[in-house]
């Protein structure tokens, strides 16, 4: 029987997945953190045993659902390999891959640190998503609860050469970013073939920024509605540094349309509004 399920029929979705395990191998090691932490054995046990949940779980899946999980994890490599070699937050950024027990315990699944120059870096955590639905909002309220209880993002297993540190890093703002399977199949198909010059030019990156902008316009207002100032000027600075690197790339009207058409792209834009509006009561 002909199978007609999509753009998924050319995709090598495996061996995309494969490589995307190998791209996000590089996170960050609990080992190397037994000289601050006395408990990196139980953190380690920790993921140890959320990892054999995740694989029952998945073992127990539909084929569709298995995919989703499938498609996240090479978008978020995508992101960390291309937001880097291709610049996609600007020159100044470096993408590092969190430790595993951040990306299960604190939805952080890529931090972007931006090279502020004299020994200084300012940080963005991102959760990637790839479903237009309940995921976002699920990960959205969360960033709320933070807000409203007056503190951001955490990482407890941080590292950064920019900075020559290691230890927690506390208050980084979070937001969330994706795109649907049309277009991640898009970019994976690039991926594989190692499209260096269409990876470079590829919407996906304006899509990104503007997702961040979005969400930290939303928060600023949100956070100041919560009385909670100091966390909107930590958010403001960083759409400051969001702005200027969109100012920077040159979106031809080609790169807004396919933008415009994402599915989690727009439902990304509905639950920033709606923040938008909750900031704006009095």
Known sequence: MENTR???????????YNKAKEVLSSAIDLN??????????ADLRYVESMEKLFEETMAKDPEELRNIYKLSTILEAIVVEEGELANWFGENATTIVPSRFDDIRN??????????GENSA?????????????????KIER????IEEGHLSEIKYFSSDT?????????IPRVIIGADRKHIYD???LWLNNKKKELAEHHMQIQILKEIKIQLEAFIKYAENMGQIELANIYRKTLVMIKDIIKSK???????EKMEEDEVYQSIVEYATFISEQGLES
């Open 143 to 146: 960033i709320k609860k933070d």
């Open 187 to 189: 970019l994976i198909e």
């Open 6 to 16: 999509g753009p998924e029929n050319n995709i090598n979705i495996d061996k995309a």
């Open 250 to 256: 040159h979106a031809t009207g080609d790169m807004l």
């Open 32 to 41: 190397d953190f037994g000289d601050i932490y006395k408990d990196v054995n």
């Open 107 to 116: 939805g952080i699944d890529c931090i972007v640190e931006f090279d502020e």
């Open 163 to 171: 900075l020559g540190i290691k230890g927690k890093k506390i208050n």
């Open 122 to 138: 300012s940080h963005l955590a991102l959760g990637i998503d790839t479903v237009a639905g309940s995921e976002i909002h699920r």
